[in-house]
């Protein structure tokens, strides 16, 4: 399995199972996928911060992964989640924050680290329903199969 459906799986069951929390390290988007694990919030100095310490800068130059995500990768990943779920980032505790992260904001949260796995692998974004009202073989549309 590679990097990107293991992520997927894994955000997945989180976010099925109610163990997908942004405001946890070990819960939030970047958690989940490296396995319940906050080591990698060692990699910036802020929660949601783009910018990669000393430490990630190490890991980063030394081409190491995590799961198969650079540092970087993962910093992008945490923060496209925090956006997408309200918060403001870098994330402080005196910032204003939504008040309970569930239903439509987890979900946009989620949607969001999706598209951009999506993207970091070079896939076609696996929720863009547009794919799914495209022409399939044979000239004829996913509502016409139906029918």
């Not at 490296?34 to 080591?39: R, T």
């Not at 999506?118 to 863009?128: G, H, K, T, V, Y």
Request: proline share 3%.
């Amino acid at each position: 399995m590679n990097r990107f459906e293991t992520a997927i799986n894994k955000l997945y069951r989180a976010y099925h199972n109610k163990t997908l929390n942004p405001e946890c390290c070990k819960q939030c988007a970047v958690g989940n996928i490296l396995d319940n694990n906050d080591s990698w919030k060692h990699l910036s100095d802020e929660h949601g911060s783009l910018k990669l310490n000393y430490v990630g800068l190490v890991h980063q130059r030394i081409g190491r992964t995590f799961n198969g995500y650079t540092p970087q990768e993962l910093l992008l990943i945490e923060a496209t989640f925090l956006e997408n779920c309200g918060f403001k980032i870098p994330l402080f505790y005196q910032n204003e924050k939504p008040n309970m992260v569930e239903g439509d904001l987890l979900f946009d949260g989620l949607c969001a680290v999706i598209e951009l796995l999506c993207r970091l692998d070079s896939i076609p974004n696996i929720l863009d329903y547009k794919n799914m009202l495209r022409v399939v073989e044979f000239g004829t549309s996913a509502f016409e199969l139906e029918a």
